[in-house]
């Protein structure tokens, strides 16, 4: 159907008929009607392009995919998988949820912190290191980075964000404040004993906790591996709908194509019998996959002829004005691509290829004798 519209508008306008300037109208609006479509199209084509982007990124995730995890094999239930909006709305609340559960765990591991901190070895490290006033010129050379409790106690209290997220990084701030001690004071020194002491105490409280920890971690990678599976179904359902949505677009694009090319062709004015003379010159000239273009378009509004014979026998006068500037356009356009690619095809022609032509030719001619056409 698109080969049909291969004529240029000015080439429409030649087989137009009427008043000129109603003609002219007529064209503005065709060409309005073309440029709409065109600007259509290059917006499908983008559509497309993100479509097919998205599967072939989807192929090669699932090229890793143990099978039976293919989120594809939910295409049945695809009516009923949730916008990838739920989804994301879902995720926020889960993320939420969590959120809660892991503050109830730092509130906890706050019972924990209470305990070592009150201990009565717990003093030389409840506030940063005095470097100055203890005259600790190399402090900053040895620890690369200083820890204490109250800084601790500061970040779990925090409010604009930039507190502790999870609860193993307090663990590690905890285990910090007492290594920084252990690693700068010689191990027989007293705060060297204290930090050591008040560490191993800590690991003991630490480990009546860690079951619950591990099972929130555990519980967190399962609904984020669950989340990720579900909006990779909900990715695949939008984007087939996309796809369904894009073959009825291109449909409509056809059918006002379709509409357009009915109405240039309702005005086409009368073949002349020398233009007929030279389509059927022209068809001789196509190559055999284009002269089978060509014989399907004539079959089209005639059902009785038969494209696909051996021997073809093609009336020019018997065929409707439609079908003959039909024909034109198309072999115009074919003849117009045939010509750009006989330079690296060559000059010579397969006998093969030369024997269909010949005897179309044959029926060309039984048609000149049949309606005496002028030599």
């Not at 089978?292 to 002829?305: D, R, T």
Request: with cysteine.
């Amino acid at each position: 159907m698109m080969e049909t519209f291969g004529a240029s508008i000015s080439e429409v306008r030649n087989v137009a008929t009427g008043n000129s300037n109603d003609g002219t109208v007529e064209m503005e609006g065709f060409k309005q009607r073309v440029d709409d479509i065109i600007s259509k199209v290059d917006k499908l084509e983008q559509k497309v392009h993100d479509v097919d982007n998205f599967y072939s990124s989807m192929n090669k995730k699932q090229t890793n995919m143990p099978k039976g995890n293919s989120a594809t094999k939910d295409k049945d239930k695809e009516k009923h998988v949730p916008s990838i909006k739920k989804q994301q709305q879902d995720a926020s609340r889960r993320e939420v949820a969590a959120s809660k559960r892991m503050q109830d765990l730092m509130r906890q591991f706050g019972t924990i912190l209470r305990q070592i901190t009150q201990h009565k070895w717990a003093w030389p490290f409840m506030q940063p290191v005095d470097v100055e006033g203890l005259g600790l010129h190399d402090y900053y050379e040895v620890i690369d980075k200083p820890m204490d409790f109250s800084t601790i106690k500061n970040q779990m209290e925090a409010k604009d964000g930039t507190g502790y997220k999870h609860i193993r990084e307090i663990c590690a701030d905890v285990r910090l404040v007492f290594k920084n001690a252990m690693k700068y004071n010689d191990e027989r020194s007293d705060v060297h004993v204290m930090a050591k002491t008040l560490l191993a105490r800590f690991e003991e409280k630490w480990l009546q906790l860690l079951p619950k920890v591990t099972e929130e971690e555990t519980r967190r990678e399962e609904e984020e591996a669950e989340a990720q599976l579900a909006l990779q179904v909900a990715q695949e359902a939008a984007q087939a709908k996309m796809a369904r949505d894009l073959s009825n677009e291109l449909y409509e694009v056809d059918v006002i194509l379709e509409e357009l090319r009915e109405t240039v062709l309702k005005r086409c004015r009368k073949m002349s019998t020398e233009e007929k003379r030279k389509l059927g010159d022209a068809l001789t000239r196509l190559s055999p996959e284009d002269l089978s273009k060509a014989l399907e378009i004539v079959a089209q509004n005639n059902p009785s002829f038969q494209a696909t014979a051996e021997e073809v026998d093609l009336d020019m006068d018997a065929q409707s004005e439609s079908t003959l500037w039909r024909l034109k356009y198309f072999v115009k356009e074919a003849l117009e691509v045939q010509g750009k690619n006989s330079g690296s095809i060559g000059g010579n022609e397969n006998q093969n290829n030369n024997k269909r032509k010949r005897e179309f030719c044959d029926a060309i001619a039984k048609t000149k004798k049949k309606t005496k056409k002028p030599t």
